[in-house]
């Protein structure tokens, strides 16, 4: 029982060694693109918002009380 036990062991180790490399390699550049998207996005969305922000603020008063 406990030779399968080693063995188990011994062949999930070498199989995860095996693939680890490709995985991570596949994991960054995936990262890489969801970043670079996200940067995209988020710096459109931003220049958009920032303009209906600017609108609005330009429609509401003065708090001080001059005009």
């Keep these: 029982m406990e030779d399968r036990l080693i063995n188990w062991r011994h062949r ?6 095996e693939d ?26 931003g220049s958009s918002f920032r303009g209906i922000y600017l609108a609005i603020a330009d429609q509401i008063p ?4 001059s005009t």
């Design 12 to 17: 999930t180790l070498d199989f995860l060694v």
């Design 62 to 65: 003065d708090a001080s009380g």
């Design 20 to 45: 680890l490399g490709v995985s991570a390699a596949e994991y960054a550049i995936l990262l890489a693109i969801l970043v670079l998207g996200s940067v995209g996005i988020i710096k459109s969305i």
